[in-house]
Structure formats: structure tokens, C-alpha cells
């Protein structure tokens, strides 16, 4: 499966297809938000590993954010990483290395303050041996920091993925074959579904990639929270937290906190029910059931998972702090 996938991204590179001038994907926006509230100082001297990084456009927008911390970001796409490095050099991005490895086969000798695995669980057939091997590389007080696809928000377009996969049959790896179906059957998703990040000047190439990404990719899965949660159980990792969902093609903070004075970045939780009674019956809720009622009544399309050991807890926000959930 590996090579089906590294295949597939060779030819439909991720997230951009070109090397562009001034790309931007707003990559940096939830590091500039975990910046402020936990007094990080610019991630100063912290170190950073992105397993999976694709064409590193997100990861190369938080090296330019943060230029006094150090990044490393790898992904098993050559084709990928040749973009990758391409990309820092136009862009004079000096703090980041790029190089071609898998999350399941990575070792070094390295441990990093912050490890990213930004929509790469989902492409993996074994996503809690992924996790539990990249978490191996995580410092005691460090935070990994993951994306991935939520099941409800994503019911119609895996449906859509499932109909092309069946009608191509054993052509389904034949990737040409299965890209002339989705354009012929009209099928592709919305700019800003994982949320507002793309520029409007997306090329076909860039589109193209997009729609194969999230229709074609050999492997695909996704999560609720509470399936998110157990993977994590797996790995040697003391709590987890849910930290931002993409509702309506827009990032939203989480606190599971019944105070509403909240940075006007949270999600407002009394809004969103609708209902004081309801609310009522939120607040007397365990952290678990009120992160599904979040997720039954706003469907994400994908959410942003936080996770480390036990010394990282006490270094985070309070917000964090109380969001979290005890794996052990």
C-alpha cells in the first residue's frame, strides 16, 4: 500500500502542485494561536518534525511564523519533497530541512519539542502504528499535533469516493482512468472544505490535486473524536484533547469549559445549542459526551487533535488543560 500511495502523490503532489511566489496556505494559524496562549515566545529554539509534510507548503508558512525555531519535515513522495525544497528556496526559508521517509519506517536519534502529523493519519492503513512510532520521537514536555478527517462531515464525499472506486473496479489504481471519472461525473470539493487556507489562485494542477487527494487517494479513513481518542491510547501518550474543528469551511477553537468568556477564536458553545435547557444539560455533561454533542450538531469535515505526556500537561493553557482527556 505504501507504494501505491507514494505513486499516487508523485503524480498528484499535495497540497500544491507548482512552486509559487508568496505561498501562503495559512499553515501557521493554529501555531500563532498555541503561540499566544501558551506563552511560547516565537517557539524560540523549539524544534519541530512534520511526518508527512507533502509539498510543505503548510509547514514551510510556520517556519517563516516562527524563524527562530528549527523544522524538519519529511514525506515518502519524492516528487513531494523535490517541491518541498524548491518552494524554501524561493521562498528564503533558511530554519527547515526536507527529506523522503515514511511515518511507519522513521527513526532517528533526534527528540522534538513539537511533532506534526498535519492529514496523514487518515492515509495510513495502520494509523495507530504510525502514531506510536512517531511519538517515540516526542520530548517528555513535548505536544504532537494532529489533523485528520472527521466521519459525519465527510458521509457524502466518501460516499462519492466509494461510487467512483466501485465503478472503476480494477482500474481503481489506474489513476488517469479514475481522475477522467471524477471530472466526467463532475465531482470535486469546495476551496476551502478543510478550512479557509487557499489563495485564489489555484491552478488546475492545484485543483486537480485537491480533488484526487480527497476522492482518489489509495487509502482513506476517518474518524469521530471518540475513535480519534483511542487510537491515541495506543501510543505512549498520558491525555489527548480535540483542539479545533472545521465546521462551515472554518477553524474553531474548542473549550469544553462552561464559562463562556472566551477568545472570540472559541467555539460558543451556548450559541450553537440554541437552547438554555439544552445548555443546561451540556454543562452536566463528562468531557467525552459533550464532545460528541459538538460533533453530532455541527458535522465537522476534519478537527485538530492535541496530544503528550504527562509533563506537557502543566505547560499548556487552561483551556487545553481542561479539555483534556486521560489515555492511561
Request: glycine letters at 6%; a negative charge; hydrophobic letters at 40%.
Amino acid at each position: 500500500m505504501l507504494e501505491q500511495v507514494q505513486k499516487f502523490y508523485d503524480r498528484y503532489p499535495y497540497p500544491l502542485a507548482e512552486v509559487k511566489t508568496n505561498s501562503n496556505l495559512n499553515g501557521a494559524t493554529l501555531f500563532s494561536f498555541l503561540d499566544y496562549e501558551l506563552r511560547a515566545k516565537g517557539f524560540n529554539g523549539k524544534t519541530f518534525l512534520d511526518a508527512g509534510c507533502g509539498t510543505g507548503h503548510r509547514i514551510l508558512d510556520v517556519a517563516k511564523a516562527f524563524p527562530h525555531a528549527n523544522f524538519l519535515a519529511f514525506d515518502l513522495s519524492p516528487k513531494s519533497i523535490e517541491l518541498a525544497k524548491q518552494q524554501a528556496a524561493k521562498d528564503q526559508v533558511t530554519n527547515i530541512e526536507f527529506h523522503t521517509n515514511n511515518i511507519i519506517e522513521y527513526e532517528t536519534e533526534q527528540l522534538f519539542d513539537i511533532i506534526i502529523a498535519n492529514g496523514v493519519i487518515h492515509h495510513l492503513s495502520q494509523p495507530d502504528r504510525g502514531i506510536k512510532n512517531l511519538t517515540r520521537f516526542l520530548k517528555e514536555d513535548g505536544l504532537f499535533v494532529a489533523f485528520t478527517l472527521h466521519t459525519y462531515g465527510e458521509y457524502y464525499k466518501m460516499l462519492q469516493r466509494e461510487l467512483l472506486l466501485t465503478l472503476l473496479g480494477q482500474q481503481k489504481h489506474d489513476f488517469e482512468a479514475g481522475v477522467g471519472l471524477m471530472r466526467e461525473m463532475g465531482f470535486s470539493i469546495s476551496q476551502n472544505r478543510y478550512g479557509k487556507g487557499y489563495s485564489n489562485d489555484l491552478t488546475e494542477n492545484d485543483q486537480l490535486s485537491k480533488d484526487a487527494d480527497a476522492l482518489l487517494t489509495p487509502q482513506l479513513s476517518t474518524f469521530t473524536f471518540q475513535e480519534a481518542i483511542e487510537l491515541f491510547k495506543t501510543a505512549n501518550l498520558d491525555w489527548v484533547a480535540i483542539e479545533q474543528i472545521i465546521w462551515q469551511e472554518t477553524a474553531h477553537t474548542l473549550s469544553l469549559d462552561a464559562d463562556n468568556k472566551k477568545p472570540f477564536w472559541v467555539l460558543d458553545i451556548k450559541s450553537l445549542l440554541k437552547s438554555e435547557t439544552a445548555y443546561i444539560y451540556y454543562q452536566n455533561l463528562n468531557k467525552l459526551d459533550k464532545l460528541h454533542i459538538i460533533e453530532l450538531m455541527t458535522t465537522p469535515t476534519g478537527f485538530s487533535i492535541l496530544a503528550g505526556k504527562s509533563n506537557s500537561l502543566a505547560l499548556n493553557s487552561k483551556r487545553i488543560r481542561e479539555n483534556s482527556i486521560p489515555l492511561k
